[in-house]
């Protein structure tokens, strides 16, 4: 009886499992294989240490093995250097294609050529052209997350819409994570996580809205959205471990880790520090305008030496060890650039948020500006018995120029720009 045993789309030179040749191994130890028949040589393996544990497998269980270019008897000591030479020559014929792979990738890459995959890009059709529904959606997402959106938000509401991924399925948190991180869609050519070069597909977004969403915003969750304003800004005064907010009030909760005994109503905490920001913020968007770096001159001089690497590269002057190491030298600078752009226009965006946003703000605006200002605030236990009229003297706010203040026995009266 005969039995093929085939592995399709598996390398016989990779060092990926192949079940099929390892089950035909395990047959042979069993002793239900005597004999082995190959189109050629190469299709048993590539590899010389494999082919070595082969013949040494066909000699304790007396295997033969026959190609049809030729039989190969592994019983004589002819046999076996012919094996052994053609397993050298098929091997010499892998590292050959692998070399020849490798350059005209990295030829690509240079160029900006995308690489294929698996599945198409969202956003993208097979062929690279730019798919305008998915698109837009892309472009809604950078939007919604640089506003400090958080992933769990957008992906239910593309859930609700029935927004599909590539492969049919719905969105989740970890697909719109992934989405925001995506380099291509930037413009920007990706191997091996690393970004080489730009590329030559239609950007969906700018570089300065990737950047602005690489990093989390201040006051910004990446999970589920916070209700409270002033949750993870608070500190226990008696165990100092963050405070939640739960129920109308900010606790030390002992299943974070806190001592479980200080808490106090959120409309305590919240009134007044809310408006002491407010009042901050307003002075912010009056004063003075930012002064901001020529960022489109620098990047324009980078992206000039860059095209001047790529004319000498093609004119023969520069070979392409040399074009990889500049280029990754040049895309590292300009990428610096870009964060550093992203990172001023995020700045100037939530300075110029003024009062009337802050008071009409969603709950994450507003935590993002109180960030701006608040460092932290110490909540002290209340002591015996109830005295309300004395809650605010437990409240001391730290704010970002490490100045303190006591919201009972202090008297609110801070200049924006010490606070900056």
């Not at 544990?53 to 007396?62: D, M, N, P, T």
């Not at 948190?173 to 590329?199: C, F, K």
Request: proline content about 3%; aromatic content about 6%; some cysteine.
């Amino acid at each position: 009886m005969t039995h093929q045993y085939v592995d399709n789309d598996v390398s016989a030179s990779k060092n990926k499992p192949r079940p099929q040749y390892e089950q035909m191994l395990h047959e042979i130890e069993a002793g239900n294989v005597t004999a082995v028949v190959v189109y050629d040589l190469d299709r048993l393996t590539r590899k010389p240490m494999e082919l070595e544990s082969f013949i040494l497998l066909a000699e304790r269980y007396a295997v033969e093995l026959a190609n049809v270019s030729g039989d190969v008897d592994l019983t004589t000591a002819n046999g076996k250097m012919m094996a052994r030479i053609k397993g050298a020559v098929a091997r010499q014929e892998a590292d050959r294609i692998a070399e020849r792979t490798a350059r005209q990738k990295a030829q690509a890459l240079a160029d900006g050529k995308p690489l294929g995959g698996r599945y198409r890009l969202f956003g993208y059709n097979r062929d690279w052209s730019v798919n305008e529904g998915e698109a837009a959606i892309v472009r809604e997402v950078f939007s919604r997350a640089r506003s400090g959106e958080s992933h769990g938000s957008i992906s239910r509401d593309l859930r609700m819409r029935d927004i599909r991924t590539v492969t049919g399925g719905q969105w989740v948190p970890l697909q719109t994570a992934r989405l925001l991180r995506t380099q291509r869609y930037a413009g920007r050519s990706v191997h091996n996580g690393q970004v080489v070069g730009n590329s030559q597909v239609t950007p969906l977004v700018s570089e300065v809205d990737f950047e602005a969403v690489q990093r989390p915003t201040p006051g910004q969750t990446r999970g589920r959205a916070r209700k409270y304003l002033l949750s993870g800004f608070l500190v226990c005064g008696a165990c100092k471990a963050t405070m939640s907010g739960s129920n109308g009030r900010y606790r030390c909760d002992p299943a974070m880790g806190g001592c479980g005994t200080v808490g106090i109503k959120a409309d305590w905490v919240d009134w007044p520090i809310g408006g002491r920001v407010a009042s901050l913020h307003q002075q912010v968007r009056v004063g003075e305008p930012f002064e901001s770096r020529d960022y489109q001159a620098e990047l324009d001089e980078t992206d000039r030496r860059i095209e001047s690497l790529h004319e000498r590269h093609r004119a023969g002057d520069l070979d392409m060890e040399d074009l990889v190491v500049l280029l990754k030298e040049e895309r590292r600078k300009r990428m610096v650039t870009v964060a550093s752009l992203a990172e001023d226009t995020s700045e100037i965006d939530r300075f110029l948020r003024g009062l009337e946003e802050f008071e009409t703000a969603d709950i994450s605006v507003k935590r993002e500006i109180v960030a701006r200002y608040l460092k932290y605030i110490v909540i002290s236990p209340s002591g015996k018995g109830r005295q309300p009229h004395q809650s605010r003297g437990r409240i001391t706010v730290t704010w970002r120029n490490n100045s303190t203040e006591n919201l009972l026995t202090d008297t609110p009266r801070l200049d924006y720009r010490w606070v900056l």
